[in-house]
């Protein structure tokens, strides 16, 4: 078992930045792929980044490339999602989620833990 707490969310204005991190304590956190995903009021959770075991490969959708970074410390067991630039279309209920496949990371269904989520606001 593997778990996942989220923190970091909160309320920004648009253009603003937020930084969410995500512990894990349970098993082996190098052991997983690290994803983020979000879920805006009415829609379906969306892929939005993942990185690999090492960190040395990383992911993006296409609607947060070059404003989102994902990174990891596995010394501290911790996956952060650093968010800059942010729109009002970022705002969602943020989960970070343990998967053992990079293979189709994109999909909510690769993934065995989920955290709870935080919540991102931004207003225009």
């Known amino acids: 078992q593997v778990q996942l707490v989220e923190s970091g969310g909160g309320l920004v204005q648009a253009g603003g930045s937020l930084r969410l991190s995500c512990v894990a304590s349970?098993?082996?956190?190098?052991?997983?792929?690290m994803g983020w995903f979000r879920q805006a009021p009415g829609k379906e959770r969306e892929f939005v980044a993942r990185?690999?075991?090492?960190?040395?490969?990383?992911y993006y959708a296409d609607s947060v490339k070059g404003r989102f970074t994902i990174s990891r410390d596995n010394a501290k067991n911790t996956t952060y999602l650093q968010m800059n630039s942010l729109k009002s279309e970022d705002t969602a209920v943020y989960y970070c989620?343990?998967?053992?496949?990079?293979?189709?990371?994109?999909?909510?269904?690769?993934?065995?833990?989920w955290g709870q989520g935080t919540q991102v606001t931004v207003s225009s």
């Open positions: 989620a343990a998967s053992r496949l990079w293979k189709d990371g994109s999909s909510e269904y690769s993934y065995d833990y």
């Open positions: 349970g098993r082996t956190f190098s052991g997983y792929v």
């Open positions: 990185i690999s075991w090492s960190g040395s490969s990383t």
